[in-house]
């Protein structure tokens, strides 16, 4: 990853975490204890920020690189606080990204 810059790294990252919350959101993988899915996490609460993010938890703005995929202190969201912050974390980094379709998984 040291090839990669930091905002490679933190593209890379958002990636991953969005296929996770896809994934989870469609029942294909258990759900992990990920920032995107806490009810602490508000996705880009400062936009236009470096730290676009805020944790209510911690009262700090945070940035992609600082986001966790495992939280010992998450606290799930609701259902439609975490399809908000899904919505706002795919498309803080401007315009909407396209959802990769996931195909069932087969029996």
């Known amino acids: 990853m040291d090839e ?5 790294q933190a593209s890379m990252l958002r990636g991953v975490l969005t296929i ?3 994934l989870q959101e469609r029942g294909y993988i258990p759900v992990a ?11 880009n609460a400062h936009p236009g920020e470096a730290k676009a993010h805020h944790c ?4 700090a703005a945070i940035g992609d690189p600082e986001l966790r995929a495992q939280c010992d202190d998450h606290v799930p969201g609701s ?6 912050n899904r919505a706002k974390f795919m498309t803080a980094a401007g315009a909407p990204k396209r959802r990769l379709p996931v195909a069932p998984p087969k029996p």
């Not at 204890?33 to 996705?43: E, G, I, K």
């Open 4 to 8: 990669l810059s930091d905002e490679d």
């Open 20 to 22: 996770i919350s896809s």
């Open 33 to 43: 204890q990920m920032c995107v899915s806490c009810t602490n996490f508000r996705a």
């Open 56 to 59: 209510a938890l911690l009262d």
């Open 79 to 84: 259902a439609e606080l975490q399809a908000e």
